[in-house]
């Protein structure tokens, strides 16, 4: 085990250090630094399986096609979505893809009619995402998801790596622009999500995604017509939940 391995379990990583070590590097040595740091066997990639993710999909493959990817299957996904999931395992090789559901229990006692999306879509979020995540997680010291700064709101400023909780998480793409991830997905001609072609940008639940324009930020169609942005895995610490 490493020295970081070691230290992370003891919640004593050197995020700051990291993070500057780490600011101007390519999303595949973010990844690459990562695994040498933390372990396959302690770290995990997040994935929606949406508009993008095929290009952190793809770079996670070249480095490691075994690390762990967690897809939180909420119930409410696209049919498209689950199918793109199952073609990019296929396309990239990716060894160890986890689909995960929520609490059964939690869906009978909080949301028996399948509408709390509507009633109440931050308690949606909890039992669907946020809940189930928190529980996928647990055997990791650290994990890797798809966020850029350029999609604006809370993630305009986030950093390379950050502490989340007990747990580190690193952000390959922070740093990416839209004309990088367009080369990753040309260079491996990668295909695209389905619903791209249909104009949706952001791919999310069915029932809180829609389309959005080009004039408009990216994940407009996100919640639309509500204040909420997030659904709760980058607000909310998940080794707290
Ligand atoms: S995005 Fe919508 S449907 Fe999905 S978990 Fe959140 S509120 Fe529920």
């Not at 952190?56 to 762990?68: E, F, N, S, Y």
């Not at 389309?211 to 998940?238: L, Y």
């Amino acid at each position: 085990m490493s020295t970081l391995a070691a230290s992370s379990s003891l919640g004593q990583v050197p995020v700051a250090s990291l993070d500057a070590a780490l600011r101007t590097a390519s999303p595949q040595e973010v990844i690459a630094a990562a695994l040498q740091a933390i372990g396959r066997e302690r770290l995990a990639v997040v994935s929606s399986f949406g508009s993008e993710s095929a290009a952190l999909l793809k770079v996670t493959a070249d480095v490691d096609p075994a690390i762990p990817v967690i897809f939180l299957d909420t119930g409410h996904m696209f049919t498209e979505t689950l199918a793109y999931r199952d073609r990019l395992i296929e396309i990239l090789g990716l060894r160890d893809v986890r689909s995960i559901k929520p609490d059964a229990a939690a869906l009978a006692r909080e949301d028996a009619d399948n509408e709390l999306w509507f009633s109440d879509p931050d308690a949606c979020c909890r039992i669907r995402k946020v809940e189930p995540l928190a529980r996928a997680l647990a055997p990791f010291a650290a994990w890797i998801n798809g966020r850029k700064r350029f999609q604006g709101g809370l993630r305009a400023a986030i950093p390379v790596v950050e502490q989340d909780g007990t747990r580190v998480k690193f952000n390959p793409f922070a740093n990416v622009t839209r004309d990088d991830i367009a080369e990753i997905y040309r260079s491996a001609d990668l295909p695209q999500h389905p619903l791209v072609a249909a104009g949706f940008r952001s791919i999310g639940c069915m029932p809180c995604t829609s389309r959005s324009d080009h004039g408009e930020d990216e994940r407009a169609g996100r919640w639309r017509g509500r204040d909420k942005t997030e659904c709760g895995i980058h607000t909310v610490v998940t080794s707290a939940v």
